[in-house]
Each structure stands twice: as C-alpha cells, then as structure tokens.
C-alpha cells in the first residue's frame, strides 16, 4: 500500500508538469502574434541576447567635449565639471532571474503591436503629453529638456501649460531646427536650443529627410529600415550627434533634478534611455516621457526586445504614471507623490 502511494505522490506533479507543458504550448500555437512568441521562446538569445551597455567610470569624460562646452547648465550656479564626478556608472545591467520573467512575459503581452497601437491611437488623450504637467505651475524653478523638438508644437504646449521658465530642446536635423529658433523668436519663448542630436557616440550622419518621420536609427545600418530620400541630395542633411551622458552632465543633472525629460526622436529613445539607466543620473530626473516607435524597425521582434528592455531598466528607479502602448507613455521616479 505505501508503495502505491509513493508512487501516487511522484505520480502525480508529474502529471500536473505535463499538463501544464502542454497547455502553455497550445497557447503559444492558438492565436495571434504566435510566430513572434514561438521565435522569442527558440531564439532567445539572438533576439533578446544583444549586449547590454558596459560603461566604466572611466567612460565618464572628464572633461567636456568641445562640442559640449557651450552647452549651458541649467542651474546657473553649477559647473558641470564638478558634477562629473557625483555620476556614477550602474554595474549591474544584466537582469535578474525575475527580471528576465517579467521580459519574457512583456514580450508576449505586445506580441500584436499594431492592434495594441491601434487601440492606444483610439483612446490617446493627445493633450495628455503636456497637460498632464499641468502641476509644474506650483513649483517656480521646474525645469525641461526636450529631445526631438522637431518644429516645436509640443514645446509651445508645454510651455503654456506648465509656465516652465527653463526649457531646454534638441533637434538635430537643420532644417528642422531652423523652422523651431524662428518659432521661439515668434512666439518670444524662454528656450534655450541646440542643433544635435544625442546617442551612444559622438559621430555625424547623413541622412534622408522624411518630415516628423526622420531617424537617425533608418540610417545606421544597423538593423533598422533604411528609407531612400526623395530626389538628390537636395533632399539630405548632415547631424551632428553626441554622447548622452556628456550632455546630461553638461546640463548639471549629475548634481540637480530635472522636472521633465521628453523624448519623441524616432528610435533614439533606446539608446538615450539605456544610457541614462547605466549611470545614476536617471536617479535625477523625475518624470520621463517618451514615444516608442516600432516603425524604424524591420524585425518586430528587435524592436519588442528593446522595448521590453527599455521598461525594465526604467522599473528599477521610476514607476508608470500613464502609458498608451506603443504611442506615448511617462513614467515618474520611485517616492514621488
């Protein structure tokens, strides 16, 4: 009788083990956005096994970059070379056991990226990007940093809706940027811009113009679509691109908080985040907004990865304060009430 139920006893999860195998795997056949799921699940490693970024704290410059020493710190009384060494490299970007869990689940939970865009471009609330800030008004010295001003229509809304004394905004591409300094100086705005862009490495690219549709990631070769420019090299411009940590130093956020960082930039919001989150400084900013952009991507797959990649690393410091998939979403650091 005992062996019987020793037997009943091993038996039994084993039973349940398979049961449970073979129902998740069903789940992964039924339905849509399967192949996604299956290819994750075989080839792990050549979808979600890119390299995390290693920094060393000998990969903090020491000294500003000429390119960067006219870029002004946004609290007047800073000197961002003293800042430089309160920023510190993040040593463990590989995820943990439960990290990587909860990757494997986002991955699965977007596989069907169009209709969950869809359904986000349904229900946006598109003043949402600027009137959630609304309560920035009550604080005086808040401060701004726009990555991807494009023309300005969301600094414009930004600014009247929080009254922010202290914005900041990139663009990279001239064109563009010309069309924004001419809408600062009519509409008499207190905005400081420059004319570059922010990743990885201090490079230059030449790159096809395609309207608020412009990447830099369609130009890296890396991966990404490639969209052919209309016309000749009319239809062209040269950007200047530097390093993200160097220019959040610059601006002195190694030593104070900024407010807001809101990045729209077409791709580059994966590099810009990745590199905030391997150093401290993401420990200072307070609310970062961004637009995903799945388009500059030939392999949905790529892209589910980084994006996946990019909440975990934010879920370590900051918490989501409001998100329409693959559209917009903010999210706003650990403590804030």
């Known amino acids: 009788m005992s062996n019987h139920k020793n037997l009943r006893n091993y038996l039994l999860p084993l ?6 195998f073979g129902f998740y795997m069903l789940g992964l056949r ?3 956005g399967t192949p996604i799921q299956q290819e994750f699940v075989v080839r792990e ?8 970024t290693r920094l060393t704290q000998e990969n903090i410059t020491l000294r500003m970059p000429k390119e960067l020493q006219s870029v002004k710190p946004i609290h007047v009384t800073t000197d961002a070379d003293k800042c430089i060494g309160k920023v510190k490299v993040n040593t463990q970007m590989e995820f943990s056991k439960s990290e990587n869990q909860t ?5 699965q939970k ?19 990007t600027s009137s959630y800030y609304k309560f920035l008004k009550k604080k005086p010295d808040a401060k701004i940093v726009e990555i991807g001003g494009y023309v300005g229509n969301l600094m414009s809304r930004l600014i009247r809706d929080t009254g922010v004394k202290t914005y900041v905004v990139l663009e990279p ?14 509409e008499a705005l207190a905005v400081t811009s420059y004319n570059f862009g922010l990743g990885k490495k201090e490079t230059e690219l030449t790159i096809g113009i395609q ?6 990631k369609k130009s890296k070769g890396d991966g990404a679509s490639l969209k052919k420019s209309q016309g000749s090299d009319k239809g062209k411009e040269t950007l200047k691109i530097v390093k993200v940590v160097d220019f959040f130093v610059q601006l002195g956020i190694g030593c104070h ?3 807001l960082l809101t990045i729209n930039c077409e791709g580059c919001e994966f590099d810009v985040i990745e590199m905030l989150t391997s150093t401290s400084l993401v420990e200072n900013i307070d609310y970062i907004q961004f637009q995903p952009h799945n388009s500059v991507f030939n392999d949905a797959g790529t892209y589910l990865c980084l994006y996946c990649r990019l909440r975990r690393f934010l879920s370590r410091t900051h918490q989501v304060a409001y998100e329409y998939p693959h559209i917009w979403e903010t999210w706003k650091r650990k403590g804030i009430s």
């Open 257 to 259: 908080r900024l407010d």
């Open 30 to 32: 039924e339905g849509e």
């Open 15 to 20: 039973v349940l083990g398979v049961f449970m």
């Open 110 to 128: 977007n596989a069907e990226v169009s209709r969950l865009r869809t359904e986000s471009l349904n229900r946006l609330d598109r003043s949402l």
């Open 211 to 216: 309207g608020d549709g412009t990447s830099l």
């Open 173 to 186: 591409v001239p064109s563009f940027y010309k069309k924004l300094t001419d809408r600062i100086k009519r």
């Open 103 to 107: 990757l494997y689940y986002c991955i």
């Open 45 to 52: 490693t050549v979808l979600c096994g890119m390299p995390f």
